[in-house]
């Protein structure tokens, strides 16, 4: 079965929320349906649809460099001329996990905001994610303020868009 990635629809959001539920669980980093609709951007979120399941996506929104969404509240803010990309959670289904499939998402999500004119993107890691990360091209800030929420060991990284696919290549 091929697994193919495509724009995020409104069909798709109950089916991203539970992928959410199940990826964090066991942590306080669940935000719920509505909670991930406020930090979704036309154009840089997508799905991997495989037959017709979501079995990982990726939501991605324009924010200004060292800053990032507070997960205690829904975004209220468009920061439509931010030239970072913020690539707010990338989830996939269990099973499927450690297959090349995140960096797939991450790939594509790239290539988009290349063509897009995003100079930088950045990301928090979690849940210890930080090594997955720097495979991919991100480049920690640990003097990055982040807001409560995001756990121990969270990381602010970032990366020029150009470096991130040179580095995932």
């Known amino acids: 079965m091929s697994?193919?990635?495509?724009?995020?629809?409104?069909?798709?959001?109950?089916?991203?929320?539970?992928?959410?539920?199940?990826a964090y669980a066991d942590t306080s980093l669940t935000e719920g349906e509505a909670g991930l609709r406020?930090?979704?951007?036309?154009?840089?979120?997508?799905?991997?649809?495989?037959?017709?399941?979501?079995?990982?996506?990726?939501l991605a929104l324009p924010y200004p460099r060292f800053r990032c969404p507070d997960l205690n509240r829904p975004e209220r803010a468009?920061?439509?001329?931010?030239?970072?990309?913020?690539?707010?959670?990338?989830?996939v289904t269990a099973p499927l996990r450690r297959t090349g499939l995140g960096s797939r998402l991450v790939h594509h999500l790239t290539d988009v905001a290349r063509v897009r004119g995003f100079?930088?993107?950045?990301?928090?890691?979690?849940?210890?994610?930080?090594?997955?990360w720097r495979t991919n091209g991100y480049r920690p800030h640990h003097e990055a303020r982040l807001p409560a929420g995001y756990g121990d060991g969270a990381v602010y990284m970032s990366a020029q868009v150009a470096a991130v696919r040179k580095a995932s290549r």
């Open 38 to 58: 406020s930090r979704a951007a036309a154009g840089t979120c997508f799905v991997l649809d495989r037959g017709g399941r979501i079995t990982g996506y990726v």
């Open 119 to 132: 100079a930088t993107m950045s990301l928090i890691a979690v849940a210890g994610k930080e090594p997955f």
């Open 3 to 22: 697994d193919h990635i495509r724009g995020l629809t409104e069909a798709d959001w109950p089916q991203v929320a539970a992928l959410e539920a199940e």
């Open 78 to 91: 468009v920061h439509r001329s931010a030239a970072n990309l913020h690539l707010h959670d990338l989830v």
